[in-house]
C-alpha cells in the first residue's frame, strides 16, 4: 500500500558530505508530510528534520545549518543533505509519513561518520 525505501547511507569523514534519499511508493506523495528520523545505538529515536506537503521545513537544533530536507513530488522522493558531518551524526536513519491513522517507516540506512 505504502512503502518507503531509503538509500545514500555509508561511512564518512568528520567534515564530509552524505545524501539520503526516499522514494515513496503508493497514494498521492504530494500532499504528504515527510520526516526523517535517526537513531544511535543505546539512544531514543529522534527526529532530525521534517518538510510539509507545502514545503515549509523543520530542523532539530542539533543539525540546523547543516542538513537541508527537500522534495521533489515528480519523483515522490524526499532527501536529506548532510554537510559538515561530525561522529554524534552517526546513527540508522529512517524515513517516516504519517498517514492518519497509520505510521510508515523506511527499513533505516546506516550512517557513519569516522576517521
Known amino acids: 500500500q505504502v512503502q518507503l525505501v531509503e538509500s545514500g547511507g555509508g561511512l564518512v569523514q568528520p567534515g564530509g558530505s552524505l545524501r539520503l534519499s526516499c522514494a515513496a511508493s503508493?497514494?498521492?506523495?504530494?500532499?504528504?508530510?515527510m520526516a526523517w528520523y535517526r537513531q544511535a545505538p543505546g539512544k531514543q529515536r529522534e527526529l532530525v528534520a521534517n518538510?510539509?506537503?507545502?514545503?515549509?521545513?523543520n530542523y532539530a537544533d542539533s543539525v540546523k545549518g547543516r542538513f537541508t530536507i527537500s522534495r521533489d513530488n515528480a519523483k515522490k522522493t524526499v532527501y536529506l543533505q548532510m554537510n559538515s558531518l561530525k561522529p554524534e551524526d552517526t546513527a540508522v536513519y529512517y524515513c517516516?509519513?504519517?498517514?492518519?491513522?497509520?505510521?510508515?517507516w523506511g527499513q533505516g540506512t546506516q550512517v557513519t561518520v569516522s576517521s
Open positions: 517516516f509519513t504519517r498517514r492518519v491513522p497509520y505510521d510508515y
Open positions: 518538510i510539509s506537503s507545502g514545503g515549509t521545513t
Open positions: 503508493g497514494s498521492i506523495f504530494s500532499i504528504w508530510s
